[in-house]
């Protein structure tokens, strides 16, 4: 396995190898950048195919927190973890614990956070042997009702914050009465956007890989359930997806009729030049690290201290980013993810001239 000749490899600060024979923990840390202060991003279980595949993930989550952070003015690096396994079959209180410790020896470089896979609790049992970990604090929330420290309910708020931004920017219109969304992956983030939608009056499509998921959300909010292959394709306004990445490519865009894409995922363009792509094909794309921006700034908040009208009013300024990039990407003609690249960096520039600290060009976040 190659690491620094990767393709993902973007002068990444740290990259950790971590197994423990004992309890069957394998995984990767990932430190992208720390240039605006201690790299935090989620704590991802997942089955990859291959070591291969792992490693591509966390290359690519760690390198797209570090520009999350920046668009979000955010004093934060980019980082990321991922652990291989079935999280429904594999996942064990002692292998947690031993990924806490694999953290603990990082000093407080990478601070890990909820991802898919894991959970607030899952957390709680790596805490036991680090303090590096946010996202675990019971407080109020942003919406004014008990928070466990979830992000889960932000990410979904923000990113429904976002899609109104495009639904107006592309149809001149806020009020989504009657628009047709498709959801792909209706978990904690992707549920409760539907929840968002619905109360707002849009018309939902689901489908997801747990089939429990997948009947909360027809039960309680009268989505209609779609196959998995069908989703990207379906004849609708919007398509949310909000599962893994990399689903925005060579097969898939030829094949969507929607004219947006905005959803909660990350990294979903599979290559960078998919971004030009959607253009081409008049299909507006939410980047997905300037939408789904809404966890991080709750974390952040959980440890600055920060009140929940706070909180909301960070989260409510990802609609005016967003639409700051469709405007600008109709103005000189470039896709909406290069705009988003082209805006981080220049907040990062800011801040890194604001501090007094020697500019340092990110590479592409696509």
């Known amino acids: 396995m190659n690491v620094f000749s990767h393709p993902e490899f973007d002068h990444h600060e740290h990259l950790s190898f971590v197994c423990d024979a004992e309890t069957g923990l394998k995984g990767i840390i990932a430190i992208h950048n720390t240039s605006r202060g201690a790299a935090l991003g989620g704590c991802r279980m997942f089955p990859y195919a291959s070591d291969e595949e792992a490693l591509r993930d966390v290359l690519r989550l760690s390198r797209g927190m570090t520009y999350k952070s920046a668009l979000a003015n955010l004093d934060l690096g980019g980082g990321k973890s991922v652990i291989i396994g079935d999280p429904r079959k594999h ?90 969304v498709a959801i792909q992956g209706i978990g904690n983030v992707g549920y409760r956007l539907a929840r968002y939608l619905n109360e707002a009056g849009a018309e939902l499509w689901v489908t997801d890989i747990h089939a429990d998921n997948l009947s909360r959300a027809v039960d309680e909010l009268g989505a209609t359930p779609v196959a998995s292959n069908e989703i990207l394709s379906l004849p609708v306004d919007v398509v949310a997806p909000c599962a893994m990445g990399a689903v925005l490519n060579d097969q898939s865009i030829p094949a969507i009729r929607a004219s947006i894409i905005a959803g909660a995922a990350n990294n979903l363009l599979d290559r960078p030049e998919h971004d030009a792509a959607l253009k081409h094909r008049g299909i507006l794309y939410a980047p997905d690290f300037a939408i789904n921006a809404g966890g991080i700034i709750d974390v952040f908040y959980e440890r600055t201290g920060g009140s929940p009208q706070q909180i909301r009013a960070h989260v409510d300024t990802i609609g005016d980013t967003l639409t700051e990039i469709f405007q600008r990407s109709e103005r000189t003609g470039l896709p909406t993810g290069e705009i988003a690249n082209e805006l981080a960096e220049e907040r990062f520039r800011k801040h890194a001239a604001g501090a007094g600290l020697a500019p340092r060009r990110l590479a592409c976040a696509g």
Do not use: C, N
């Not at 894991?118 to 049992?125: F, I, N, R």
């Not at 495009?166 to 009657?178: E, M």
């Open 91 to 180: 996942k064990t209180e002692a292998l947690l614990e031993a990924m806490g410790r694999h953290l603990e020896s990082l000093g407080g470089q990478y601070i890990a956070a909820e991802d898919s896979g894991t959970s607030v609790p899952d957390l709680k049992v790596m805490g036991r042997h680090t303090r590096h970990v946010a996202g675990v604090t019971t407080r109020t929330g942003f919406d004014g009702q008990p928070s466990t420290g979830d992000p889960s309910p932000v990410t979904a708020y923000g990113t429904f914050i976002g899609l109104k931004a495009a639904v107006k920017h592309k149809f001149g219109t806020d009020d989504l009465t009657g628009l047709k």
